[in-house]
């Protein structure tokens, strides 16, 4: 009889269990300008959190513990606040994601239009699970509460595009065209 | 007051409240999980939903939720309607989707909030099959166990740890299905008051890890009340005892909070939590310790160290009795000296052994003389003492130079609430009732004045409005010359630097403006120009506005103010018992010191423990091995705290009484009884002798100091005492399901023993006798039908949140007022060397005070001895942070790890007071010295040595 949880799993979460990093990141000037040009819209530097998690985002992609590290100090807020805020919203991500990350809606009125159906065709397309990456870093999949245009449903966000009435061949055809691209801007 | 009408019954209730409060407070039981006494309402839980209906017409009614709905006059409302009842369940069959099925294994399980709540609300049986969500728990220190999977996201955790404690490092994290309550990554949590959590969480999520280290379930655990033998305020507990099982004697397994209105509420430190464990330390004495050398007068001054073995009991104290003897019949000086960490009563029956000639206190003269200088300003009739609730209700608050986050953390924690006045007076405004804590918290920050002078790194600066670290001689200056703006006698203004004057001036406006100025001081600084100072502003203030005004001075120790009523001012201190030592030894006579609980190396300056050590016989009862036993020629195992019963003076005049939770192991007896014992074997009949070998319970020791001493009259009344009882009986220890009784002692005996006997309370070591004896404050053991966690805490109280429904076995002080005479600061002191540094103390949470250091999860998270100095000495003499430096006093040295900080005034060295390693430079500070940087770093000497 086996143990209930398989070894390389106890494994698997012994490593990720690793001793915390302590290194801190340092904040860009670009990012620091940015972020500071945020000031002047909040009454006071922890209520910026959001905005400088969302600069700091744009520029590099996701949020390491090192960058949150980073931002906390910049700020001077507990870093803990500031974790509560980039673990609260989905759209800041504290794990890598690829180069375009897809946010497909499951809302009732995709949903009744076959967003279902749809998602297992990306699914099987791109080889991930809605949390994953492709193995070549350049998708990763997410589900997504309603993105607002249910009259055009089935929708799907991919960066900051919103693609509308998708079907299976509008969805070949935004995935191609996005590996084409990515394809043309890798330097080799 | 309004009327309500409740499942039809009427009820008049005191108004402002919410109903769930008042549903608690009338006995009817609502459950809740997210609303807390000391916290207020938030509404997020959903769980005391009930029915308010519109008028006796309407049958339908509307879902409300208890907490957060005001009860208005006529209001007619329903717990028990079927609609209520069934939302009810619901909730809890919600929350109990996640969570696990883990309740034997869990060590909330039996005084768990949420299984209460569970049965209350009828729902029982899980129809739900799916997988639960998981989460990976994070390691936080030594004190707390982390366990999320079984959190319900009530938020009482965040709120607690965040708001009501101003920790900033556990916070919410995630949302929807997936919150987690923890750290940013894994470490200890930083609040001194994280042990809370383990009260305040409904269910297992937090729970007390050096519990852990010998658990046992809430009903096996045998209580009695208790008080906090770690610092001066007082703090009520309640630790629970029970033997291994394995044929052992019986351990200290915890401590918990026991609710006391006027001094600590629902919330303790951390300190006081998690310190109780010295009792079971290797470093234990559980038997008569001896010299291996029987021969009596065989030491040497300058002899070091003795070697010990065990004696029996009975051969000790006849010893100890002819020592007795041969003093009475005036062939030997015998001198006793007490200790502001042992009971009244211990103290009291030392100095009925010795004769008050005799005695000493067993203090340095500057620390007995600052312990009398509070003493003597606390009689002060412009000025009174607050009780906690009354410093959490003052609008203005001015800290001088004591460090009361490290020295009386609950002190600090009510500060903190103070700080949110202005909130709360801005919510009355508004109509805003003070339980809507969400509310209320979201309206305008402005904190109420906090100023906090003299103070370092204190952790108090989020709410202090002015913070200005300096020397004990500003502090002093600054306190005079508020004192001055107050009085309006600018005459004897000191000269302050144009700044100070300016915040002196605003300070003193501040104060003058609030309508409850408090003022918090302390021995702290170890200046008695700071306790002055404190008191000037007081009694200025009290005359302003004709009315007391609220100080509180903060001593070192559980006792201390009580040791100061045993002697007159100017007696007593451990110098001029060193000096009486030396001017006799020309006599020749053979010297014993009987020392009762006290490291006299933590006391005095190396000559004075030096003269007294060298005495012909030292013989000491203390409970734990430490420098001051290596020198002793006969140790006897002396009671801890949880183990006897006595009386403690608190920082407020307060005399409080704690009965012993369980017999301690071994020949363990409270320290009165061995001096009881060996006067009764003496030779000599003495009418002092007689009466010491004649008492019996504590109690007539505590009637004879009431006797003896007019202020503490009020000791005779602090509660019930021994032939007390309740229906011809006693009041029982144990839980009327305690387990194992007739097993538990199997292992040695089959036949089943009697309980030990308890000659001092009206409790018996036994689950035989009355239990839930709520009327009396004998009862510890907070439970009630229904209601097995410590929320049931509101059973015991006259409403909730109120005082306990009895007499709180507390008394005041009588003390005759006296008011003190006028004070002018000291105008500046001796000019100091440019190569030496003025040494202050400074004061840890863990490792200042002298039991709790030696508790291992607290050990574990003692720093290393280290000094503080400011940027511009260091850069002086060429020192850099975690250089290892040596601190020069003529007579001793110490190698410290450096710490710079912009907070220590320049020409000062802030060094930890009493940290294991820095004992024995305690006696020096303050005071001066010089520092050097080795040029050798050697990470392996980090102790503190003597020469």
């Given at each position: 009889?086996?143990?209930?949880?398989?070894?390389?799993?106890?494994?698997?979460?012994?490593?990720?269990?690793?001793?915390?990093?302590?290194?801190?990141?340092?904040?860009?000037?670009?990012?620091?300008?940015?972020?500071?040009r945020?000031?002047s819209?909040?009454?006071d530097?922890?209520?910026?959190?959001?905005?400088?998690l969302?600069?700091v985002?744009?520029?590099?992609?996701?949020i390491?513990d090192?960058?949150?590290?980073?931002?906390?100090?910049?700020?001077?807020?507990?870093?803990?606040?500031?974790?509560?805020?980039?673990?609260?919203?989905?759209?800041?991500?504290?794990?890598?994601?690829?180069?375009?990350v897809?946010?497909?809606?499951?809302?009732?009125?995709?949903?009744?239009?076959?967003?279902?159906?749809?998602?297992?065709?990306?699914?099987?397309?791109?080889?991930?699970?809605?949390?994953?990456?492709?193995a070549?870093?350049?998708?990763?999949?997410?589900?997504?509460?309603?993105?607002?245009?249910?009259?055009?449903a089935?929708?799907?966000?991919?960066?900051?595009?919103?693609?509308?009435?998708?079907?299976?061949?509008?969805?070949?055809?935004?995935?191609e065209?996005?590996?084409?691209?990515?394809?043309?801007?890798?330097?080799? | 007051?309004?009327?309500?009408?409740?499942?039809?019954?009427?009820?008049?209730?005191?108004?402002?409240?919410?109903?769930?409060n008042?549903?608690?407070?009338?006995?009817?039981?609502?459950?809740?999980?997210?609303?807390?006494?000391?916290?207020?309402?938030?509404?997020?839980?959903?769980?005391?939903?009930?029915?308010?209906?519109?008028?006796?017409?309407?049958?339908?009614?509307?879902?409300?939720?208890?907490?957060?709905?005001?009860?208005?006059?006529?209001?007619?409302?329903?717990?028990?309607?079927?609609?209520?009842?069934?939302?009810?369940?619901?909730?809890?069959?919600?929350?109990?989707t996640?969570?696990?099925?883990?309740?034997?294994?869990?060590?909330e399980?039996?005084?768990?909030?949420?299984?209460?709540?569970?049965?209350?609300?009828?729902?029982?049986?899980?129809?739900?099959?799916?997988?639960?969500?998981?989460?990976?728990?994070?390691?936080?220190?030594?004190?707390?166990?982390?366990?999320?999977?079984?959190?319900?996201?009530?938020?009482?955790?965040?709120?607690?740890?965040?708001?009501?404690?101003?920790?900033?490092?556990?916070?919410?994290?995630?949302?929807?299905?997936?919150?987690?309550?923890?750290r940013?990554?894994?470490?200890?949590?930083?609040?001194?008051?994280?042990?809370?959590?383990?009260?305040?969480?409904?269910?297992?999520?937090?729970?007390d890890?050096?519990?852990?280290?010998?658990?046992?379930?809430?009903?096996?655990?045998?209580?009695?009340?208790?008080?906090?033998?770690?610092?001066?305020?007082?703090?009520?507990?309640?630790?629970g005892?029970?033997?291994?099982?394995?044929?052992?004697?019986?351990?200290?397994?915890?401590?918990?909070?026991?609710?006391?209105?006027?001094?600590?509420?629902?919330?303790?430190?951390?300190?006081?939590?998690?310190?109780?464990?010295?009792?079971?330390?290797?470093?234990?004495?559980?038997?008569?310790?001896?010299?291996?050398?029987?021969?009596?007068?065989?030491t040497?001054?300058?002899?070091?160290?003795?070697?010990?073995?065990?004696?029996?009991?009975?051969?000790?104290?006849?010893?100890?009795?002819?020592?007795?003897?041969?003093?009475?019949?005036?062939?030997?000086?015998?001198?006793?000296?007490?200790s502001?960490?042992?009971?009244?009563?211990?103290?009291?029956?030392?100095?009925q052994?010795?004769?008050?000639?005799?005695?000493?206190?067993?203090?340095?003269a500057r620390?007995?003389?600052?312990?009398?200088?509070?003493?003597?300003?606390?009689?002060?009739?412009?000025?009174?003492?607050?009780?906690?609730?009354?410093?959490?209700?003052?609008?203005a608050?001015?800290?001088?130079?004591?460090?009361?986050?490290?020295?009386?953390?609950?002190?600090?924690?009510?500060?903190?609430?103070a700080?949110?006045?202005?909130?709360?007076?801005?919510a009355?405004?508004?109509?805003?009732?003070?339980?809507?804590?969400?509310?209320?918290?979201?309206?305008?920050?402005?904190?109420?004045?906090?100023?906090?002078?003299?103070?370092?790194?204190?952790?108090?600066?989020?709410?202090?409005?002015?913070?200005?670290?300096?020397?004990?001689e500003?502090?002093?200056?600054?306190a005079?010359?508020i004192?001055?703006?107050l009085s309006?006698?600018?005459?004897?203004?000191?000269?302050?630097?144009?700044?100070?004057?300016?915040?002196?001036?605003?300070?003193?406006?501040?104060?003058?403006?609030?309508?409850?100025?408090?003022?918090?001081?302390?021995?702290?600084?170890?200046?008695?120009?700071?306790?002055?100072?404190?008191?000037?502003?007081?009694?200025?203030?009290?005359?302003?506005?004709?009315?007391?005004?609220a100080?509180?001075?903060?001593?070192?120790?559980?006792?201390?103010?009580?040791?100061?009523?045993?002697?007159?001012?100017?007696?007593?201190?451990?110098?001029?018992l060193?000096?009486?030592?030396?001017?006799?030894?020309?006599?020749?006579?053979?010297?014993?010191?009987?020392?009762?609980?006290?490291?006299?190396?933590?006391?005095?300056?190396a000559?004075?423990?030096?003269?007294?050590?060298?005495?012909?016989?030292?013989?000491?009862?203390?409970?734990?091995?430490?420098q001051?036993?290596?020198?002793?020629?006969?140790?006897?195992?002396?009671?801890?705290?949880?183990?006897?019963?006595?009386?403690?003076?608190?920082?407020?005049?307060?005399?409080?009484?704690?009965?012993?939770?369980?017999?301690?192991?071994?020949?363990?007896?409270?320290?009165?009884?061995?001096?009881?014992?060996?006067?009764?074997?003496?030779?000599?009949?003495?009418?002092?002798?007689?009466?010491?070998?004649?008492?019996?319970?504590?109690?007539?020791?505590?009637?004879?100091?009431?006797?003896?001493?007019?202020?503490?009259?009020?000791?005779?009344?602090?509660?019930?005492?021994?032939?007390?009882?309740?229906?011809?009986?006693?009041?029982?220890?144990?839980?009327?399901?305690?387990?194992?009784?007739?097993?538990?002692?199997?292992?040695?005996?089959?036949a089943?023993?009697?309980?030990?006997?308890?000659?001092?309370?009206?409790?018996?070591?036994?689950?035989?006798?009355?239990?839930?004896?709520?009327?009396?404050?004998?009862?510890?053991?907070?439970?009630?039908?229904?209601?097995?966690?410590?929320?049931?805490?509101?059973?015991?109280?006259?409403?909730?949140?109120?005082?306990?429904?009895?007499?709180?076995?507390?008394?005041?002080?009588?003390?005759?007022?006296?008011?003190?005479?006028?004070?002018?600061?000291?105008?500046?002191?001796?000019?100091?060397?440019?190569?030496?540094?003025?040494?202050?103390?400074?004061?840890?949470?863990?490792?200042?005070?002298?039991?709790?250091?030696?508790?291992?999860?607290?050990?574990?998270?003692?720093?290393?001895?280290?000094a503080?100095?400011?940027?511009?000495?260091?850069?002086?003499?060429?020192?850099?942070?975690?250089?290892?430096?040596?601190?020069?006093?003529?007579?001793?040295?110490?190698?410290?790890r450096?710490?710079?900080?912009?907070?220590?005034?320049?020409?000062?060295?802030?060094?930890?007071?009493?940290?294991?390693?820095?004992?024995?430079?305690?006696?020096?500070?303050?005071?001066?010295?010089t520092?050097?940087?080795?040029?050798?770093?050697?990470?392996?000497?980090?102790?503190?040595?003597?020469?």
């Amino acid at each position: 009889m086996t143990s209930m949880i398989e070894p390389e799993v106890v494994e698997l979460m012994e490593r990720s269990n690793k001793h915390p990093s302590t290194a801190e990141a340092q904040l860009t000037e670009a990012e620091i300008e940015e972020i500071e040009r945020e000031f002047s819209r909040y009454e006071d530097k922890a209520s910026v959190g959001l905005e400088a998690l969302r600069i700091v985002q744009k520029h590099r992609g996701w949020i390491s513990d090192e960058t949150l590290r980073a931002v906390s100090n910049f700020l001077q807020i507990p870093v803990a606040q500031l974790e509560s805020v980039a673990t609260y919203f989905q759209l800041i991500f504290r794990q890598p994601v690829g180069k375009e990350v897809i946010l497909l809606c499951k809302s009732a009125s995709c949903w009744i239009m076959g967003c279902s159906r749809l998602q297992q065709k990306l699914q099987n397309k791109l080889q991930i699970a809605p949390g994953q990456t492709t193995a070549d870093g350049i998708f990763t999949l997410l589900e997504t509460p309603c993105l607002g245009d249910c009259d055009k449903a089935p929708v799907m966000m991919v960066g900051e595009e919103m693609h509308r009435n998708l079907t299976d061949e509008s969805i070949d055809k935004i995935i191609e065209n996005k590996k084409a691209h990515h394809a043309d801007q890798s330097p080799d | 007051m309004p009327n309500i009408t409740i499942d039809g019954e009427q009820y008049e209730i005191e108004d402002g409240q919410n109903l769930l409060n008042a549903c608690l407070s009338l006995g009817i039981n609502l459950p809740y999980f997210c609303w807390h006494p000391a916290m207020g309402s938030v509404g997020a839980c959903r769980q005391c939903a009930v029915i308010e209906y519109k008028d006796f017409e309407d049958q339908r009614g509307k879902l409300v939720m208890g907490c957060m709905t005001p009860i208005k006059d006529g209001g007619i409302y329903s717990v028990s309607a079927d609609s209520a009842r069934e939302f009810r369940g619901g909730v809890i069959e919600d929350l109990m989707t996640n969570h696990p099925h883990d309740c034997p294994v869990c060590e909330e399980g039996g005084e768990c909030h949420l299984q209460d709540m569970t049965e209350m609300s009828g729902h029982t049986l899980r129809r739900y099959r799916g997988t639960k969500r998981t989460h990976r728990n994070q390691y936080l220190g030594p004190f707390i166990n982390h366990e999320m999977n079984r959190c319900i996201a009530c938020y009482r955790c965040t709120r607690f740890y965040r708001e009501y404690a101003g920790g900033s490092d556990l916070a919410a994290l995630g949302r929807n299905n997936q919150v987690y309550f923890g750290r940013e990554q894994d470490g200890m949590l930083e609040s001194g008051f994280s042990g809370n959590l383990v009260e305040v969480c409904p269910t297992g999520v937090f729970t007390d890890k050096t519990f852990s280290e010998h658990f046992v379930r809430k009903w096996d655990l045998q209580t009695a009340p208790s008080i906090c033998e770690h610092c001066a305020v007082g703090c009520n507990t309640a630790p629970g005892a029970r033997e291994p099982g394995d044929g052992e004697d019986a351990i200290l397994r915890r401590v918990t909070n026991l609710f006391n209105h006027d001094i600590n509420g629902y919330f303790l430190c951390d300190r006081g939590r998690f310190g109780y464990d010295y009792v079971n330390s290797e470093a234990r004495i559980k038997n008569v310790l001896a010299t291996r050398t029987l021969e009596l007068i065989e030491t040497t001054a300058g002899e070091n160290e003795k070697i010990h073995g065990d004696m029996a009991p009975r051969d000790a104290l006849q010893q100890f009795a002819d020592t007795i003897t041969a003093a009475r019949r005036g062939r030997r000086r015998l001198i006793g000296i007490g200790s502001p960490r042992s009971s009244l009563e211990n103290n009291f029956a030392l100095r009925q052994l010795v004769g008050a000639e005799h005695y000493y206190a067993g203090l340095n003269a500057r620390d007995l003389q600052l312990l009398h200088l509070v003493d003597r300003i606390q009689r002060d009739p412009r000025l009174y003492s607050p009780t906690t609730p009354q410093i959490e209700n003052a609008d203005a608050v001015l800290v001088l130079g004591e460090e009361i986050e490290q020295t009386a953390p609950r002190i600090a924690l009510a500060v903190r609430q103070a700080a949110r006045n202005r909130q709360k007076q801005h919510a009355q405004q508004l109509k805003i009732p003070l339980w809507q804590d969400a509310s209320v918290r979201q309206l305008d920050g402005s904190p109420s004045p906090i100023l906090l002078v003299g103070v370092d790194t204190a952790g108090l600066c989020d709410i202090a409005s002015e913070h200005l670290p300096c020397t004990a001689e500003q502090t002093a200056m600054f306190a005079a010359a508020i004192a001055c703006r107050l009085s309006g006698d600018d005459s004897g203004s000191p000269d302050l630097p144009e700044g100070l004057l300016e915040l002196a001036d605003n300070a003193a406006q501040i104060l003058a403006g609030a309508e409850r100025p408090l003022i918090i001081s302390g021995c702290g600084n170890r200046d008695k120009a700071t306790l002055h100072g404190a008191a000037a502003i007081a009694t200025a203030l009290g005359e302003r506005t004709e009315s007391p005004c609220a100080l509180y001075l903060a001593c070192p120790e559980v006792n201390s103010l009580g040791i100061a009523q045993l002697f007159e001012p100017g007696t007593g201190d451990l110098e001029q018992l060193a000096q009486s030592l030396e001017s006799g030894e020309d006599t020749g006579m053979p010297v014993s010191v009987v020392i009762l609980e006290n490291d006299l190396y933590r006391r005095a300056d190396a000559e004075t423990v030096e003269q007294i050590l060298a005495a012909d016989e030292v013989i000491l009862l203390d409970s734990l091995l430490n420098q001051t036993a290596r020198r002793a020629d006969l140790i006897f195992p002396a009671a801890a705290t949880a183990e006897s019963q006595g009386s403690y003076i608190n920082s407020n005049g307060t005399a409080q009484r704690f009965y012993a939770v369980y017999e301690g192991t071994g020949f363990i007896q409270e320290s009165w009884r061995w001096l009881s014992d060996a006067a009764g074997l003496c030779g000599a009949k003495a009418p002092s002798l007689t009466a010491l070998a004649s008492w019996r319970h504590s109690t007539d020791l505590s009637a004879a100091i009431a006797c003896e001493f007019s202020q503490m009259a009020s000791l005779a009344d602090l509660g019930p005492d021994e032939d007390y009882r309740i229906d011809g009986l006693k009041v029982a220890r144990q839980t009327h399901r305690y387990s194992g009784r007739t097993a538990i002692h199997a292992k040695a005996h089959v036949a089943e023993q009697p309980p030990h006997a308890d000659p001092d309370a009206p409790m018996a070591f036994s689950m035989e006798g009355i239990q839930n004896a709520g009327e009396t404050p004998l009862v510890a053991n907070i439970w009630s039908p229904g209601w097995n966690s410590n929320q049931s805490i509101h059973k015991f109280q006259q409403e909730v949140g109120g005082p306990r429904r009895h007499a709180d076995g507390t008394a005041r002080l009588l003390r005759e007022p006296q008011a003190m005479p006028s004070w002018r600061a000291p105008t500046g002191s001796a000019p100091r060397s440019p190569a030496e540094l003025e040494l202050v103390p400074l004061y840890c949470l863990y490792g200042s005070d002298e039991l709790s250091a030696r508790a291992k999860a607290i050990a574990s998270v003692i720093d290393e001895p280290y000094a503080v100095l400011s940027e511009h000495d260091a850069s002086e003499r060429a020192i850099a942070a975690g250089d290892s430096v040596e601190i020069e006093l003529p007579e001793a040295h110490f190698l410290v790890r450096a710490r710079i900080s912009t907070d220590q005034p320049r020409g000062t060295l802030g060094v930890p007071y009493g940290l294991p390693g820095l004992e024995e430079l305690a006696a020096y500070l303050p005071g001066r010295a010089t520092l050097s940087r080795l040029a050798r770093i050697s990470s392996t000497e980090s102790g503190g040595t003597a020469q």
